[in-house]
């Protein structure tokens, strides 16, 4: 499969992994293995990372030295939050540049609250972060991010956690057509064949971790979502047949056919 490029630097998996909700690292560890990933995000205001002393890290179990982190900013829901937990996040894994912005609208639907968004996404930027930012399936906001200077835009399919796959393909075709940095579909995938949809329709990556997670096999989904990145990815790069109401035209020749006059 063709590689990832994000801020620059390419990646083999186009699936990107979350860290929590999972049972221990343990789980944690077998899951982002067995899904390929190459990128998975923390959220820093509830994984340990070295902020809290004498307890498990993360950065045992899945060793930077191994994968890309990227620290998001879960639970924040004002743009100064949100900066400021990006900011520690940086003096933690020793001046690491590539994080997630998201900045929540409230606390049961978890939807992008936008104009905290752009406004932590100006801020970020000019304090030398590599923005990769959930947001609403807006084009016009999408595009408004990356002339901001976001390294990718990363557009809800359905609402976080709740498994509901890609509610509106439509916003997201505008905001693939409009894009000039990597498109990646950020919450509501449910299971595999939402992360094929995603990809077919030419997203350039999918970041999920509640489909992993609260998968009763967490594992054996994992490797289920891998496979459906890649299918779903030569299947974008293949082209689809088009999609007609009949088929007209016979699948085999039907010159020649024994008995049948020329």
């Not at 049972?23 to 560890?29: G, I, P, S």
């Not at 995000?41 to 340990?48: D, G, K, L, S």
């Not at 409009?178 to 509501?188: F, L, R, S, T, Y």
């Not at 990556?205 to 891998?226: C, D, F, R």
Request: hydrophobic share 45%; glycine share 8%.
């Amino acid at each position: 499969m063709d590689s990832l490029t994000i801020a620059g630097k390419p990646y083999g998996s186009r699936l990107l992994i979350g860290t929590g909700k999972y049972k221990d690292f343990d789980e944690t560890r077998r899951a982002v293995e067995a899904s390929g990933a190459e990128i998975v995000t923390v959220a820093i205001r509830r994984t340990n990372i070295g902020q809290n002393a004498g307890e498990p890290s993360l950065l045992d179990a899945l060793p930077p030295s191994k994968y890309t982190y990227l620290p998001n900013t879960a639970g924040c829901y004002t743009a100064d939050e949100a900066v400021r937990t990006l900011r520690l996040a940086r003096e933690l894994l020793d001046g690491h540049e590539l994080v997630k912005l998201e900045v929540l609208g409230d606390a049961k639907s978890l939807f992008p609250n936008m104009m905290e968004t752009l406004k932590a996404a100006e801020t970020l930027v000019r304090d030398g972060f590599k923005v990769m930012v959930y947001c609403s399936d807006d084009p016009i906001l999408a595009k408004r991010l990356e002339e901001i200077g976001c390294v990718a835009v990363m557009p809800l399919a359905s609402l976080i956690g709740s498994g509901m796959g890609i509610l509106n393909p439509w916003n997201l075709q505008l905001i693939l057509e409009n894009a000039k940095v990597p498109v990646i579909v950020d919450a509501g995938v449910g299971t595999a064949s939402d992360a094929a949809i995603a990809m077919e329709l030419g997203c350039d990556g999918v970041l999920m971790n509640t489909a992993v997670a609260a998968a009763k096999n967490p594992i054996l989904m994992a490797q289920a979502m891998k496979k459906a990145i890649e299918a779903g990815r030569e299947a974008y790069l293949a082209g689809r047949m088009p999609k007609k109401l009949y088929a007209a035209a016979p699948s085999s020749p039907a010159t020649g056919i024994i008995g049948k006059a020329a």
